[in-house]
């Protein structure tokens, strides 16, 4: 089992960027592939980017793709999504999430931290 906590939400003008964090309790942070999510206000949840165990192999959503770049750092049981050329449309919670296996849906996700809200403001 694995607790997440996300961190490093905020304000931020359109152009700009963030970087968020997504800390993991646990030894077994290196088991799990990784992803991140975002859920717009009013909206699904949707998938933005996953990363695999070791840190080599990573997707994105079409819409952040050459803008957001997932990455980790297994030993300090931490996960990263930097955000750049940020857009309105980015608005959203974003959450991370842990599986067994690289997969962007939602479902195949079993853990999960509460969230961290980013809002670019046009």
């Known amino acids: 089992q694995v607790q997440l906590v996300e961190s490093g939400g905020g304000l931020v003008q359109v152009g700009g960027s963030l970087r968020l964090s997504c800390a993991a309790s646990?030894?077994?942070?290196?088991?799990?592939?990784m992803g991140w999510f975002r859920r717009p206000s009013g909206k699904e949840r949707e998938f933005v980017a996953v990363?695999?165990?070791?840190?080599?192999?990573?997707d994105y959503a079409d819409s952040v793709k050459g803008r957001f770049t997932i990455s980790r750092d297994n030993a300090k049981n931490t996960m990263y999504l930097e955000m750049n050329s940020l857009k309105p449309e980015d608005t959203a919670v974003y959450y991370c999430?842990?599986?067994?296996?690289?997969?962007?849906?939602?479902?195949?996700?079993?853990?999960w931290g509460q969230g961290t809200r980013v809002a670019v403001s046009s």
């Open positions: 999430a842990a599986s067994a296996f690289r997969s962007a849906v939602v479902a195949d996700y079993n853990y």
């Open positions: 646990g030894r077994t942070f290196s088991t799990y592939v």
């Open positions: 990363i695999n165990r070791s840190g080599t192999i990573t």
